[in-house]
């Protein structure tokens, strides 16, 4: 292999970037080691791995995972649940979406951990008070992805059911929300980003469980590689969750693309 | 005219049907109104405090570091997100390190730069801009990436030099996206800028909501939370009236084209 072939495969395949993900990483290894960055601050990448292994090897990260998880899970599965119904509501009948517009409209841009306070108030630290700033924050993105979805549904194929004598229902099942789908798995995806999101703060600002509250206790413990695992696992997590996730869509989803090939 | 006005009369009507709800729940003590004030007594508190300059102070201070660090983040990004949307090299250099950072929840590093900077303002800035980056990267370099080859071509057809084509052709097509991506983002630095301030600070709109909430003066807190209803709702509304009227030309005369 010649020096140019080398040069040319390098620089037009992904490889270059992969090779200055190494020399990060190589990087973080030599800079505390030599003093040049204040190791405490930011211990070695060898240090910081072997915290996470450490933390796993005690379980300590496999629960706190799994409690961020399963508050995460129940936050996103109500959001799913209330996103749905009132996106499809809102989008199909017109009362509805009349009279819910301007408190939607109000309630929309409102940041959802301004909402920490209110809940911790009234649910203290349990997981309740996780949950319901989730479910608050992911909901948005479900319900307007759901409505713009059963808005842009061709009258065509409406008029089509109908004239084929389909009843009202049929038509939800088999017309609106097939139609809506591809727009409502694409809220689901950007849902899902935000609940990992917000399950880290609440955690950070007030539980005494999960990934987040980790993250702050070892923080305010000066446990430094710890607290780096901590932030490695959540960028794990989210990485491989947003994996899962594209994965299914396009097992599960493929179907769409030559159905409606032009309308999206 | 008339099918507006009722239409907006029914959402006003809702509206007030939720404030009435508040009002009744909480003075008949259905939720304890030491946590759930009336909503009257949340808005008196809002209208003194806004007039005695309480909030508008904090809120100037995190404005101050909501914009610091979404400009600090386009004026990277943007340039960025070009160069990767141009040359194929440089996207292959950063593509994988960008995909690895950007499933990381943004406020997860605030500990990290607290350890460095403590909980001053370049902390702050700094989460805002990492947080904003990966949006305005994104988008800038899907918008480059999309311009429809027809017209670049054209453009070289007729002669114009590479620098020519890229800021007479490709840049105004891709504006569209790039300033989808600052739409993204804009929100994204209200939300971080108030966790940031919640972790560790001394003075913003963040703080004074979890201030309140310790010192148990509940409708100061409920107070603070309209205000950032307010800005996330100014925000927003300044984000659409910029979309008209900045790329509101885009659209006419690129689906014409594409």
């Given amino acids: 292999m010649t020096g140019q072939s080398i040069k040319r495969m390098v620089f037009q395949t992904r490889i270059s970037g992969y090779l200055l993900l190494l020399f990060l990483i190589f990087l973080w290894e030599v800079l505390p080691r030599s003093g040049i960055v204040y190791a405490r601050y930011f211990p070695p990448f060898s240090m910081v791995v072997g915290a996470l292994l450490e933390g796993i090897r005690s379980t300590e990260i496999l629960r706190q995972t799994a409690i961020s998880m399963y508050r995460a899970f129940c936050g996103y599965c109500l959001a799913i649940i209330i996103g749905v119904t009132l996106g499809t509501l809102t989008g199909t009948i017109r009362w509805v979406s009349d009279f819910l517009d301007i408190t939607v409209e109000l309630l929309r841009p409102m940041p959802s951990v301004a909402l920490v306070p209110i809940a911790i108030l009234l649910f203290g630290t349990s997981n309740t008070y996780n949950i319901s700033i989730i479910t ?8 307007v992805n759901t409505f713009e979805g059963t808005r842009s549904i061709d009258t065509q194929w409406i008029d089509t059911a109908r004239v084929y004598g389909a009843t009202r229902f049929d038509l939800l099942r088999k017309v609106v929300v ?10 689901l995806r950007v849902s899902l980003a935000t609940a990992i999101i917000i399950v880290t703060v609440t955690e950070m600002l007030a539980s005494f469980k999960g990934l987040g509250f980790f993250i702050m206790d070892t923080y305010n413990a000066y446990l ?19 994996w899962l996730f594209m994965t299914a869509e396009g097992r599960f989803m493929a179907w769409h693309k030559g159905w409606t090939a032009k309308s999206v | 005219m008339r099918a507006f006005f009722s239409t907006k009369a029914k959402g006003i009507c809702f509206l007030l049907f939720l404030a009435l709800l508040w009002e009744v729940v909480s003075r008949n003590k259905l939720i304890s109104p030491l946590y759930f004030p009336p909503i009257s007594k949340d808005l008196v508190t809002f209208y003194q405090l806004m007039l005695d300059g309480t909030l508008p102070l904090e809120v100037v201070r995190s404005l101050g570091r909501i914009f610091g660090g979404f400009f600090l983040a ?50 702050k800035i700094l989460v805002i801009a990492f947080a904003c980056s990966f949006p305005i990267l994104i988008n800038t370099m899907d918008g480059v990436r999309n311009v429809e080859p027809t017209l670049v071509d054209t453009a070289k057809t007729f002669g114009r030099s590479r620098y020519e084509v890229i800021r007479q052709v490709i840049l105004p097509a891709s504006l569209h996206q ?49 205000l950032v209803a307010v800005v996330g709702y100014a925000l927003n509304a300044l984000l659409r009236f910029l979309n008209k009227t900045l790329i509101g030309w885009h659209r006419a005369k690129f689906e014409a084209v594409t």
């Fill in chain 1, 178 to 187: 097939p139609a809506a789908l591809p727009y409502i798995v694409s809220g």
């Fill in chain 2, 74 to 123: 386009v004026a990277l990004m943007v340039p960025l997100g070009i160069a990767m949307g141009l040359f194929r090299p440089i996207y292959n250099l950063f593509e994988p390190i960008t995909e690895l950072v950007r499933p990381l929840p943004p406020p997860a590093i605030i500990p990290v730069v607290m350890l460095f900077l403590g909980i001053g303002e370049t902390m």
């Fill in chain 1, 224 to 242: 430094v590689p710890q607290m780096y695992s901590g932030i490695l696992t959540i960028g794990l997590v989210g990485y491989g969750l947003n």
């Fill in chain 2, 178 to 226: 790039i300033f989808t991506g600052w739409r993204v983002a804009l929100p994204i630095a209200l939300i971080v800028d108030i966790v940031a301030e919640m972790v560790g600070a001394l003075n913003g709109i963040g703080r004074f909501i979890l201030l309140m909430q310790r010192r148990f003066d509940i409708p100061e807190m409920y107070a603070g939370i309209f």
């Fill in chain 1, 136 to 143: 608050f924050g992911c909901t948005w993105p479900i319900f």
